[in-house]
């Protein structure tokens, strides 16, 4: 009977929330989610293209906006999960909103009466006679994309930190997580770029968006398997407002003396238990929580948070402001990256994309980086980092902006390296009076995967190192919103993106202006590129040097059942 009790005592208790178990259906969802999202990102420039009649410029400008707003709109899903919904429940929503978007592009590709129609066996001088799309079928199209590009915005800005809740802020298995997060991504990424691009270019568009539709759905249904393992944030008012106050009550009191000593400045025991202290830099800031006295000289604390703030409070505001310099430095090489996804696509249907015997759609070039982050990223972590913990004594083996850093100088090789393949490329279309013919130039489309791979490595570095940034040293109430900060560089670099293009066309004169390739000026285009990537690195160095990493003072409470009695303590991290 004690052994059946004994049993029963055990079968009551609660599953031990957290850890790796439950990081499980998160890498799940995220690679199943992702192999659709990228599966789209390197293809639909052919998709619009090819079947929405758009010109080459509409196309790529099109698949860039979509991708930056898909990026930039994490900023209000990271909000909302910071502010009023769980991180779990923030993907779970935001999931369902990307599958319609998906069954609404399936639907359009499915009935050709919801599409313009195909314009086939014209010369590339007369692409520009088919049939454009109308209001109707241009607005399906967008409604169903901008639908996937708000879906996944808040299943990118709250699934990473829901990930990273599940381990202690010291345990090493936390800067584990976003590498093999990063690895689930590569994993969804290369069987997008490759079976579900397979499926759109042999079986048609429809079964590529139907399978895109039923990845989402798998992986909304596997992340909520795992709900009962979850360590769930719990909501506690806006980040947003909590910065708004800070600087309402900083300019209301702005004429008095600045504070001297810390004993001025107004605290409590935080919520998130976490405290703080205060900084040097941004001082004008700490009048915020200057501690207010009354007329019989004591100090009064009972004052609404538009009248003091906390030092949490503006130390949380002077971690944002901080931030800003290095999300607007890292912001250059998405717009590299955003050339390479499509212009790279574009080189490869000019070029002989047979490989090992087997014709590889060019919408699957990306695999090429993406094999070699697949190769890398547990090398990385399973290697690189316990040899430089050593070294360094950093639990992380490197610090954050070290390895964006790196990141960073890997881009502008790539840019220079792409610039010197495509000057190649074009040199054999001249060799073989090949520049206005539609036939596939005598170079394998593999030249292609030097300029791929260089940047699929600096994507490993500054993907991981911004994300883990931004998430770390978020303070603990604004972590969705860290790391939706964090994709606001990828949403800016696609934006900039199109503005570069049009602004080389009308400088240059039309370097990119051409629907053929073969007589645009695409290498000075990348060369251009690798040049204001240095530029950039450099103007990265001062930001990076200029950084005060967060210093923390964590409450820890533990219960010690020998004595019955609570232990608390105040450690600084």
């Not at 009977?1 to 079968?11: K, P, S, T, Y």
């Not at 930056?68 to 919904?85: E, H, N, P, Q, R």
């Not at 990306?366 to 639990?395: E, N, Q, S």
């Not at 539609?438 to 030097?450: A, D, E, H, K, T």
């Amino acid at each position: 009977m004690g052994i059946l009790r004994a049993f029963n005592g055990q079968a009551k208790q609660e599953p031990k929330r957290g850890g790796i178990r439950a990081t499980l259906f998160v890498y799940a969802m995220e690679g199943l989610e992702n192999m659709a999202f990228i599966s789209n990102a390197v293809s639909l420039v052919t998709y619009f293209y090819g079947y929405m009649n758009f010109s080459l410029t509409k196309s790529a400008n099109t698949l860039t906006n979509f991708m930056g707003t898909s990026f930039l709109v994490a900023l209000f899903g990271g909000l909302i999960s910071d502010t009023y919904l769980s991180r779990f429940k923030t993907c779970v929503l935001f999931g369902c909103i990307e599958l319609l978007g998906y069954a609404a592009l399936t639907v359009q590709a499915h009935f050709h009466q919801l599409r313009p129609p195909p314009c086939q066996g014209l010369a590339i001088s007369q692409t520009t006679q088919c049939q454009a799309a109308d209001r109707g079928q241009a607005a399906i199209l967008f409604t169903g994309l901008y639908l996937v590009g708000f879906g996944t915005s808040g299943v990118k800005a709250a699934l990473p930190s829901l990930g990273a809740d599940q381990f202690d802020e010291r345990d090493s298995k936390r800067s584990s997580f976003f590498n093999w997060f990063l690895l689930s991504f590569t994993v969804g990424a290369i069987i997008g770029v490759t079976f579900i691009v397979w499926i759109s270019t042999n079986q048609g568009w429809d079964w590529a968006f139907g399978l895109c539709t039923a990845a989402v759905l798998v992986s909304i249904m596997v992340l909520s398997m795992g709900k009962s393992l979850y360590r769930n944030n719990v909501p506690k008012g806006s980040p947003l407002l909590r910065i708004i106050q800070v600087f309402v009550v900083a300019i209301r009191n702005r004429k008095l003396p600045q504070p001297g000593i810390e004993d001025e400045l107004h605290e409590v025991a935080r919520v998130h238990n976490e405290i703080l202290p205060r900084t040097e830099q941004f001082r004008f800031l700490d009048r915020a929580a200057i501690k207010h006295s009354s007329n019989n000289g004591s100090t009064s604390i009972n004052l609404g948070p538009w009248r003091i703030c906390t030092v949490t409070q503006v130390e949380e505001t002077k971690i944002i402001i901080r931030m800003l310099p290095i999300i607007l430095s890292t912001v250059f090489m998405n717009t590299c990256l955003a050339q390479l996804q499509t212009f790279t696509v574009q080189q490869s249907t000019t070029m002989n994309t047979h490989v090992l015997g087997i014709k590889m759609p060019g919408s699957s070039i990306p695999v090429i980086p993406l094999v070699f982050m697949f190769i890398f990223i547990p090398i990385y972590d399973c290697v690189f980092v316990p040899i430089a913990r050593k070294i360094t004594g950093i639990p992380t083996g490197i610090r954050y902006l070290q390895r964006i850093g790196v990141g960073l100088v890997l881009s502008a090789i790539s840019m220079a390296v792409a610039g010197i393949v495509e000057t190649r490329r074009k040199s054999v279309a001249r060799e073989h009076g090949m520049v206005d013919s539609l036939q596939p130039l005598p170079m394998n489309v593999l030249w292609l995967g030097y300029q791929y791979s260089i940047f699929g490595l600096a994507d490993m570095f500054t993907f991981v190192g911004l994300i883990q940034f931004f998430y770390e040293e978020s303070s603990a109430g604004m972590k969705s919103l860290g790391t939706a900060i964090s994709w606001c560089s990828s949403a800016f670099g696609y934006y900039l993106s199109s503005v570069v293009v049009d602004v080389v066309n009308k400088v240059s004169g039309g370097w990119l202006d051409n629907n053929n390739l073969n007589r645009d000026k695409l290498d000075y285009f990348y060369w251009l590129l690798a040049g204001m990537s240095v530029v950039n690195f450099g103007v990265y160095l001062v930001c990076a040097s200029w950084y005060r990493y967060k210093k923390v003072e964590v409450i820890y409470k533990e219960k010690n059942h020998a004595e019955g009695k609570q232990v608390e303590m105040l450690n600084a991290v």
